[in-house]
């Protein structure tokens, strides 16, 4: 069985839950909690060096790391990965957007606000982020302005990848307030079969 | 024919150069100036609303933006891109990573170096980019030793993606003595048919 090493409330984890969730895949979920150092320790640096979550074990003992990577893997021959050469480019392109563009200052924003809960001790680093976040969340809505969804107008893994932060930017200190296609697109989102939050 | 807006003294632009000298697909390349925010102009923001090179031009007037994404459109179907579903999942994660823990720290310690030459005005910056980047540099290590090429132990765009920062590093102000298997990877790649510079 599919075996997945991550904390739900990481947007990361979170899209691997989504995506086994809309698949319906059976699978093991190890609750593993970066606060405690469990990202960190010997036994879990040897299954993956880069000590992160989440981490996907495939097989017994064999394991695949980096969130949008596992996306990709297990939406192999599915509705939610194109066959198109091209639509899968795209689909890439926002995930590598999601990652590069985002994360580092939506997520990162939220981490410090929301799970850490220390918006005080971390205020230069929130306020930093707060432009290129905004920057971010434009480059969506003019996007997704007139589109249902990212690529080939159908729901696909780059929604998913870029759903896990944009839905609880707010929790980073985001207002989406001037973003009403982003707010049509998550609520697109939410209504997908076999749809899953982050409360599990 | 395929048009490419970049700076190949950039190194998620010279990635696209050096895949596009591998394949020996012809091209036009359009020079394209971050440090006169030739990327962010009206004309320039139509074509890529994220602002940033490098930008694929594949048909008259349809743009594939995200350096690895470009990469992943122009190697399928090529030797360069494997057709295995696990091995293209792990070529991705190679490649997410290099733009999630890579690329933030050891290109852009470089681009305050090398690229500005700002090294004082920016000192805390590279400084906050030390330990992660040497981070990135030791999963690199432990994944090289004992193999000649990050995925399917064959010249993939996965190792075309991490070289062109890795290949630079001491620009950044990296050292690679502590990194044996690296620089021998870098060795391989640079000795792969079709090899081009950052020269150009």
Same mark, same amino acid.
């Given at each position: 069985? #599919? ?6 409330? +990481? ?9 086994? +969730? ?15 150092? %469990? ?17 996907? %074990? ?7 790391? %980096? &969130?949008? =990577?596992?996306?990709?893997? #297990?939406? !192999?021959?599915?509705? *939610? ?7 899968? $480019? ?10 590069? &563009?985002? %994360?580092?200052?939506? =997520?990162? &924003? ?13 205020? !230069? !680093?929130?306020?930093? /982020? ?12 003019? /996007? ?8 080939? !107008? ?24 001037? *973003?009403? $296609?982003? /707010?049509?697109?998550?609520? /697109? ?12």
């Amino acid at each position: 069985m #599919l075996r997945v090493y991550g904390d739900i409330q +990481s947007g990361n984890c979170y899209k691997v839950k989504l995506l086994l +969730s809309h698949l319906a895949l059976p699978h093991e979920w190890v609750f593993t909690d970066t606060r405690k150092g %469990e990202t960190r320790t010997p036994e879990f640096l040897a299954k993956n060096p880069n000590g992160r979550i989440p981490l996907l %074990e495939y097989e017994a003992g064999q394991y695949l790391p %980096e &969130s949008n =990577a596992i996306l990709y893997y #297990l939406a !192999e021959g599915t509705a *939610y990965l194109p066959q198109d050469r091209l639509a899968r $480019a795209q689909v890439l392109q926002w995930m590598f957007f999601e990652q590069y &563009s985002h %994360e580092p200052y939506i =997520a990162t &924003s939220r981490y410090y606000l929301h799970f850490l809960g220390q918006g005080e001790k971390y205020k !230069e !680093e929130i306020e930093r /982020r707060r432009k290129p976040g905004y920057a971010a969340l434009g480059v969506m809505e003019s /996007r997704l302005s007139g589109r249902q969804y990212l690529v080939a !107008e159908r729901y696909t893994i780059a929604d998913v990848a870029l759903y896990a932060y944009t839905h609880v930017a707010h929790e980073g200190g985001f207002d989406l307030a001037a *973003y009403p $296609a982003v /707010r049509d697109w998550l609520a /697109r989102v939410k209504a997908q079969p076999g749809h899953v939050t982050m409360a599990g």
